[in-house]
């Protein structure tokens, strides 16, 4: 059994920052901590906090705002971080909400029905919890009451590796219909007092409505073909997990939250990308020349850039048409798991019958996936 894509959901925040706004956020509690630590800057015991700009990030990553859940408490130099009130275990947690939020967009586009949905997977890089898995939250939210569901982290690659798992569940005969959903709170796991980081992520929820070819609404998307590939680095890495609290000098000893070696990152994952897209699509039969579009993780714009060169094999100084690699981390910034698919929803409309594209994320582990589809 054959598997297509049948639609996909969106939600985002009501709030956005600027760059602007986060610098000077930012620029304040560096003044202030630099004024607190006046005495040892001046012995050379510490180093001063640099400042930041919005010319900067977005030089820097292509950023110019991000959606955010907690708007308020971020750009307070005496919180920097997002606030999310803890919610009793009666109420639906708000990893969950957001999941459900997009899922319903995803499933009004095809039509469906919560009883239509055999399987739901909550694919994203960072789960609010262990267990009960957010999957089966969701399951239970938009009132589904057969199948099964279940959680899955393959860091900002977890859509595409969402969307295989679905496919396979589809040809074993599992399910015909799978609701992947990728809830990203980055905002959660970023350490806004990091002028390098500060910048990177935003929040968002995406769905995607992977069914048997069977019952493929009209205008669905064929899977064509679809690569994973894992390789350890720990050039990104988040240590946050159940055994900090385990450590001997307890959970708050030391920062637990997003970091990178953004310069080894991009050397590293730029070929390892557009090889692997290169592979797939040599394994299939297809010519990159013969792609309408790819829809890239939207983590750097210099990344998705050159990448979107070493696939087409465009030379020099010569520029890729960004029709080519359309770019949404500009409103939205680095939203893991979920930006291929926020770039997909938004770039795909001016598809034709038998036009071809690609979905492809890459990130943490490494991990990278593509997945190739072509529209019916």
């Given amino acids: ?61 292509g950023i ?74 969701v399951q239970d939210a938009l009132g589904i009451t057969d199948g099964f569901a279940f959680d899955m982290n393959v860091a900002c690659s977890s859509a595409t590796f969402g969307i295989e798992t679905a496919r396979g ?5 599992q399910a015909k219909s799978v609701l992947v959903c990728n809830p990203e709170i980055c905002t959660g796991h970023l350490n806004f007092k990091d002028r390098d980081s500060h910048f990177i992520f935003g929040d968002v929820a995406t769905a995607i409505l992977v069914e048997d070819e069977s019952i493929a609404p009209e205008g669905a998307w064929e899977i064509l073909g679809s690569k994973l590939a894992t390789q350890f680095s720990n050039n990104i890495r988040n240590n946050f997990g159940f055994l900090n609290n385990a450590a001997p000098d307890g959970i708050g000893a030391k920062d637990k939250l997003f970091i990178q070696n953004g310069r080894k990152v991009f050397r590293e994952v730029v070929p390892l990308v557009a090889g692997l897209i290169n592979d797939e699509l040599a394994k299939i039969g297809i010519k990159a020349t013969d ?8 983590a750097n714009l210099s990344m998705n850039t050159l990448i979107a060169k070493k696939v087409l094999n465009v030379s020099g100084g010569k520029d890729v048409d960004m029709d080519m690699a359309p770019v949404v981390l500009d409103e939205y910034a680095n939203t893991s798991s979920a930006g291929s698919i926020i770039a997909f929803n938004k770039h795909s409309d001016d598809f034709s019958q038998g036009d071809i594209g690609l979905i492809c994320s890459f990130g943490a582990g490494y991990s990278a996936g593509v997945v190739v589809v072509r529209k019916t």
Avoid at 17 to 39: G, P, Q
Avoid at 66 to 91: C, F, G, H, T
Wanted: glycine share 4%.
């Fill in 1 to 61: 059994m054959s598997a297509v894509i049948s639609s996909t959901g969106l939600w985002a925040p009501k709030d956005s920052i600027s760059n602007e706004e986060l610098v000077t956020a930012f620029n304040a509690w560096s003044d202030k901590w630099n004024a607190e630590h006046a005495e040892a800057i001046a012995a050379g015991d510490v180093e001063a906090k640099p400042l930041s700009s919005a010319a900067f990030i977005e030089k820097a990553s």
């Fill in 64 to 137: 110019k705002s991000r959606k955010v859940i907690s708007k308020a408490a971020i750009l307070d130099p005496e919180i920097m971080a997002p606030r999310i009130p803890e919610r009793p275990d009666d109420e639906i947690s708000v990893l969950a909400e957001i999941a459900v939020a997009a899922a319903k967009d995803a499933l009004a586009k095809a039509a469906r029905k919560p009883g239509d949905i055999d399987a739901v997977i909550v694919a994203c890089s960072n789960l609010q919890r262990g267990y009960p898995a957010i999957a089966v939250e």
């Fill in 169 to 173: 569940l589809i040809a074993g005969g």
């Fill in 291 to 298: 792609l309408k579009r790819m829809w890239l993780h939207q």
